[in-house]
């Protein structure tokens, strides 16, 4: 793991990327956080030579507030956009001996303030399903994935990412591995949860995070075309891009690169 945390952190935000999805919205999210005096951590799947050195420099420039750890797992799931949208909760266990309290975000929320991070084992973002006539999606979108909290401690008498693993793997065998499979498996896993009756969940709302820019929302994420005609999103996430880059030195040529990818 790079970027390792010496000493063990309380609270940290979360994500999971790929190298296009680094270069494209990591920047912002991890200055929101550390703007708003938190401690971010970012993994990043199969990094370039480049993406380690501005992590490195990301690190720096944030006096060591966003870690990051990069690499690939052996898990038997296709490379595909479904299995990087859930890898944020594969990697979950992981944080266990550097984090106790772990809030998982989408790499393109901006966080506007300083999180109030819960008080219960779990936190989960439970909304109304998409009325559709197709099963899958409404069974999908009971849950939204933009936001998910584990208090580690409670993570020991319930192996969160095993039991989230599971899940995957059955919608798998059961030929369901297709977009929303990460909401899918969360919803499983919250479900279980509430049966077992011995933790307790918090339910995360619109003041927690929302996507169509509430300004009483704690953190804004870009839900498909929003983030690119939202002229409120757009701008509370360059704020944050801007900033960065000229605190790390980004060159012209790179901005343009990551622009074009």
């Not at 299995?83 to 992981?94: P, T, V």
């Not at 929302?217 to 996430?237: M, N, P």
Request: proline share 2%.
């Amino acid at each position: 793991m790079s970027g390792e945390v010496k000493n063990k952190i309380d609270k940290v935000i979360f994500t999971a990327v790929d190298s296009k999805y680094f270069k494209k919205y990591a920047y912002a999210w991890a200055w929101s956080i550390y703007k708003n005096n938190m401690h971010g951590h970012i993994h990043v799947i199969d990094p370039s030579n480049q993406d380690l050195n501005n992590l490195k420099k990301l690190q720096n420039n944030s006096k060591d507030r966003i870690r990051f750890s990069t690499g690939y797992s052996d898990f038997d799931f296709p490379r595909d956009r479904c299995f990087f949208a859930s890898f944020r909760f594969l990697y979950a266990d992981k944080l266990n001996d550097l984090y106790n309290k772990v809030l998982i975000t989408d790499v393109d929320s901006i966080i506007r303030r300083e999180f109030e991070f819960p008080s219960e084992d779990f936190g989960f973002y439970v909304r109304k399903p998409i009325e559709s006539d197709d099963t899958w999606y409404v069974e999908s979108s009971k849950l939204a994935a933009g936001i998910f909290y584990i208090n580690l401690d409670a993570a020991k008498k319930f192996n969160f990412t095993e039991n989230y693993l599971d899940s995957l793997l059955d919608l798998k065998k059961n030929n369901q591995w297709k977009w929303m499979v990460d909401q899918n498996a969360l919803y499983k896993v919250f479900h279980k949860l509430t049966e077992l009756d011995r933790f307790k969940i918090k339910k995360f709302g619109k003041k927690d995070l929302c996507w169509d820019f509430n300004d009483s929302s704690q953190i804004w994420t870009g839900k498909g075309a929003r983030k690119y005609k939202s002229k409120k999103y757009i701008q509370e996430f360059k704020k944050y891009l801007h900033d960065y880059y000229k605190v790390g030195k980004i060159s012209f040529l790179e901005r343009v690169l990551n622009f074009i990818n």
